[in-house]
């Protein structure tokens, strides 16, 4: 079925350092792929998309890469700050209608200063 | 413009009895996903639906749990006879059109708990 699968399930980095995040999909028919960023007891709010018509796009300390060849896409965040500690969620679009978010498991960064 | 409105924001049910999920979508938004996000756990997706209409419910148990969005007022996720594997965090989520390639903003949440 459709799946999107995320690694690491846990990042450890020291401020200033860059962490990555890594997911690939299985449904070929994607075309819309999120990142959100959940704090603890919060909503997931949206840090950065990317379409399947573009291979990167950045934001500031914040980037995302796709290759649709492979089926997969990236979360680079270079710089960390304590305050990127959170859960990070990648998420492609798929599903019976090819509307629906399917998401990936969750990636904790701690960022220790 | 407000956000997506979820209440109750916590709620407490007794095992057998019926929980009920309130999502009003932001304004102008006509397309509302329910997920569920169990502790330590991603969001699992259940449902989809447009205005009076169930486009995708292929995540979404086939028994107790049923959702609607009506023509007017928000759309609700019924859980009959709670157990307590329902215990978890529901998130509705809306988008003004499909998620093919729109953001979908997402509520607080409601926190269920089955006691």
């Known amino acids: 079925g459709e799946n999107v699968e995320q690694h690491p399930s846990t990042l450890s980095v020291q401020e200033g350092d860059s962490a990555v995040i890594k997911c690939t999909y299985s449904d070929s028919a994607s075309n819309y792929f999120p990142w959100y960023k959940q704090e603890l007891g919060k909503r997931p709010q949206l840090i950065i998309d990317i379409r399947s018509n573009v291979g990167e796009k950045k934001d500031q300390r914040i980037a995302v890469t796709l290759n649709k060849t492979a089926k997969h896409f990236s979360l680079h965040i270079t710089e960390t700050q304590p305050e990127d500690s959170a859960v990070y969620f990648c998420?492609?679009?798929?599903?019976?209608?090819?509307?629906?978010?399917?998401f990936g498991k969750g990636t904790t960064l701690s960022v220790s200063s | 413009n407000a956000g997506v409105m979820q209440n109750p924001r916590h709620l407490v049910r007794r095992r057998g009895q019926e929980a009920r999920l309130r999502c009003s979508p932001m304004?102008?938004?006509?397309?509302v996903y329910w997920y569920r996000q169990l502790p330590e756990e991603g969001l699992k997706f259940m449902v989809y639906?447009?205005?009076?209409?169930?486009?995708?419910e292929s995540g979404m148990p086939k028994e107790r749990f049923s959702a609607e969005f009506p023509k007017e007022g928000p759309s609700i996720l019924r859980i009959q006879q709670v157990v307590r594997g329902d215990s978890a965090a529901y998130f509705c989520?809306?988008?003004?059109?499909?998620?093919?390639?729109?953001?979908?903003?997402f509520g607080q949440g409601t926190r269920l708990t089955v006691v």
């Open positions: 639906l447009q205005k009076e209409n169930i486009i995708d």
């Open positions: 989520a809306s988008s003004p059109s499909g998620t093919g390639d729109t953001e979908a903003f």
């Open positions: 998420a492609a679009s798929m599903g019976q209608a090819g509307t629906a978010l399917i």
């Open positions: 304004k102008g938004h006509s397309h």
